[in-house]
C-alpha cells in the first residue's frame, strides 16, 4: 500500500527590510543613529565599541546616502524629461514620415526601382535602431537621386520638404544621444545610491542586534526606533 507523505512547505520569512521604501530605511537609520548619542544609550553601547567617533562617521555616511538618494532622484528625473522630449519628437517625425512613405507608395505604385531604393516595401519596424535606418535611408535617397526628386515633387514631397525632414531627423538622434547620456547618468547614481545604501544599512542591522541584547525590554530600544511589546 502506498503511503502518502504530506509534505509541509515552509514560507521563507521575509525580512521587514523589504517591505520599506528608501525613505522608511532612511528614517529609521536617522532616528537610530541620531539618538545613540542619549546618555542611557550610549554607555551601554560603547561597550561594543560604539563610541562618539564610530557615532559620528555613522551619522556623516547616512548624511550622505541622503545626497547621494538626492542626486539619483534628479537623475532620473532629468532622464524622464529627455525620454519625454525624445519620445514627442520621435512621433513627430514618424507621422511625417508615414505620410510621405503613404503619398510615395502611390505615386511609385509601377516603379519598381523606386520601391526598391526607398524600401516601400518594407514593414515600418518598432525598434528604434531599425526604423531610424528606414526613415533616414528614405531621405536620404530622395535627396541624392535627381530622377525620385523630380517625380516626388509630384507630391509636393521637394527637395526642401526632404531637407527640413532630414534636420528633423538629425535632431531626433542628438536627442537619442542626451537621452543615452542621461540614462547612463542616472544608472550610475543609482549604483552609487545603492552601494552606500547596502554598506549602511548592514551597519544599522548590527546595531539594532547589540541594542536588543543589551537593552531587552528597555523603553530606550523605542529611542532607536524598535518596537518594544
Request: aromatic share 8%; glycine share 4%.
Amino acid at each position: 500500500m502506498e503511503t502518502v507523505v504530506n509534505q509541509t512547505t515552509e514560507v521563507p520569512k521575509t525580512s521587514k527590510r523589504h517591505f520599506d521604501t528608501m525613505d522608511e530605511s532612511i528614517a529609521k537609520m536617522k532616528q537610530a543613529f541620531g539618538n545613540a548619542s542619549l546618555p542611557e544609550i550610549f554607555v551601554v553601547m560603547v561597550t561594543v565599541g560604539y563610541n562618539a567617533e564610530k557615532i559620528d562617521k555613522l551619522n556623516a555616511d547616512l548624511m550622505q546616502l541622503e545626497t547621494l538618494y538626492q542626486a539619483q532622484i534628479k537623475e532620473y528625473g532629468d532622464e524622464d524629461a529627455e525620454q519625454q522630449k525624445f519620445t514627442i519628437k520621435r512621433a513627430e517625425v514618424n507621422k511625417t514620415f508615414v505620410q510621405h512613405r503613404g503619398l510615395s507608395r502611390i505615386l511609385f505604385k509601377d516603379s519598381a526601382p523606386a520601391r526598391v531604393a526607398l524600401q516601400l516595401d518594407v514593414e515600418i519596424p518598432k525598434a528604434y535602431p531599425a526604423w531610424i535606418q528606414l526613415i533616414s535611408n528614405f531621405y536620404a535617397q530622395l535627396s541624392v537621386n535627381p530622377v525620385l526628386q523630380m517625380q516626388a515633387s509630384a507630391i509636393s514631397l521637394t527637395l526642401p520638404v526632404v531637407s527640413a525632414q532630414k534636420q528633423a531627423i538629425a535632431d531626433l538622434q542628438a536627442l537619442k544621444g542626451s537621452l543615452l547620456k542621461e540614462t547612463g547618468e542616472a544608472q550610475a547614481a543609482t549604483d552609487a545610491r545603492d552601494a552606500a545604501f547596502d554598506a549602511l544599512f548592514e551597519q544599522y542591522t548590527d546595531y539594532i542586534k547589540y541594542a536588543k541584547v543589551l537593552l531587552p525590554d528597555n523603553q530606550l530600544l523605542e529611542a532607536l526606533g524598535v518596537t518594544v511589546k
